[in-house]
């Protein structure tokens, strides 16, 4: 009887097809004190590392799957703390003229199209940045 074959995420070879996805990886094994050269591991070596790097909601490797670095438990907070300061704000006169509203603390409740947590620098200058202050 054969092995039941668990759902997968990325291959190691798909993920060293792209430059972008091999990149996050690199960034990611650096930011952790390991080796970031990819052709020192095996391919399924970087496939079992993509898989868990891909459940942190902080890592780059999740942050390229569309995680925004935050996770379950604390958007709930975000979420719970929006709520009450709306009803604490329909409480007060502001509310009841409709303004100075609070502004949403949860990343859910914001309008898309704000970058937070970005920079300008291309993904080689960031992967040089760090290599330059990582520690031995």
């Given at each position: ?32 004190g390991?080796?970031?050269e990819?052709?020192?591991?095996t391919?399924?070596r970087?496939?079992a ?20 670095g ?6 709930l ?16 006169k ?5 303004r ?14 704000l ?15 760090l ?6």
């Amino acid at each position: 009887m054969g092995r039941a074959r668990r759902g997968r995420g990325k291959s190691g070879a798909a993920i060293l097809a792209s430059p972008l996805h091999a990149e996050a990886l690199a960034l990611d094994l650096t930011l952790r004190g390991a080796d970031p050269e990819l052709g020192h591991y095996t391919v399924g070596r970087i496939g079992a590392l993509w898989a868990v790097l891909a459940h942190d909601p902080r890592s780059t490797v999740a942050r390229v799957g569309g995680s925004d670095g935050h996770t379950a438990s604390e958007h709930l907070l975000f979420l719970s703390l929006d709520e009450l300061r709306v009803a604490n704000w329909l409480k007060s006169k502001d509310g009841a003229k409709g303004r100075n509203r609070p502004k949403p603390v949860s990343p859910l409740a914001r309008k898309p199209g704000l970058r937070t947590g970005r920079t300008d620098r291309s993904p080689a200058e960031v992967m040089a940045l760090l290599r330059r202050h990582r520690t031995p």
